[in-house]
């Protein structure tokens, strides 16, 4: 191939806004990542995270880049290119972001929320590859998720579809960050983890030496686990449970033929495989077949990946 046709081969640019970190990747047509920059996320609003993108921007832009996509970690108007709010970053409401990066940069933009963008990416580039009928679900903080079904990402009227975390599990009155109780997410999520643990922990127990001096976390559980510790192997089976009784729902509600695990519970997947099996075999109807569970596979770079996978997709269809 020479220089000048592996300079016409497309490159898409994918942002992910974090609360903590803002990432900017160049990536190819098939999702590879070419280059990559990051930077603290500035805090003291949108106009300057703005820039920042702007100026990340400007470091990997090539003449072969077609478009750029955004995964924002709330709430976007996707057909007006607008930020409806980031729990996270405060005064991100009505920022018309999609137009001024239009403006600054003159390339075609496509917001995304940040969990169904790293569902594309998974489904375009990683786990999720080769399959029309799919389920992403990343447990950290909270459960995210998006669908893809029948070879098409689920939004539904308001683009809001997969909030999954805030599906009722239970009649206990375990109190969600949303403010109702016996949700998914207050059954499942690495602060979960790492509260029950804390709970469980006595002197002397292998939890609690593991944890000395920094705070106990859902990562000394699967230490304490890999090491046959039965009080960590009885957490991670208590949650295992719970994933499985979501992911039976999942299963009744989509038949999805994969499912595939993000976030940073995800590292804990194979500790809990047998059991989230079970469960979810014991729970589906008959006929349905039990999907696949696969830990994803682009790890922190889904998102990345799933906006750039974004603005490909919306420039095939001519939508940019
Ligand atoms: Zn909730």
Redesign the pocket.
Known sequence: MTASTQGEAPQFLGIDLGGTQLRVALVDAAGQVLAAERRETDLSGPDAVIAQMVALIGILRGPAVRALGVGVPGTIDRAAGTVLGVPALPGWGGVALAERLRTATGLPVVLENDAKAACIGEWRAGAGMGSDNLAYVTVSTGIGAGIIAEGRLLRGAAGLAGEL??TRLTEQPIP?????TG????LVSGPVLAARARAVAVPGSRLAALAEGVPLSSRHVGVAAAEGDATALALLAEMAEWLGVGFANLQHSYDSERIVVGGGVSALLEPMRAGIEATLRARLLPGFRPATILRAALGDDAGLVGTAMAARDATERGAL
């Open positions: 975390g805030h969600c960050a949303c403010g109702r949700c998914w997410q207050a």
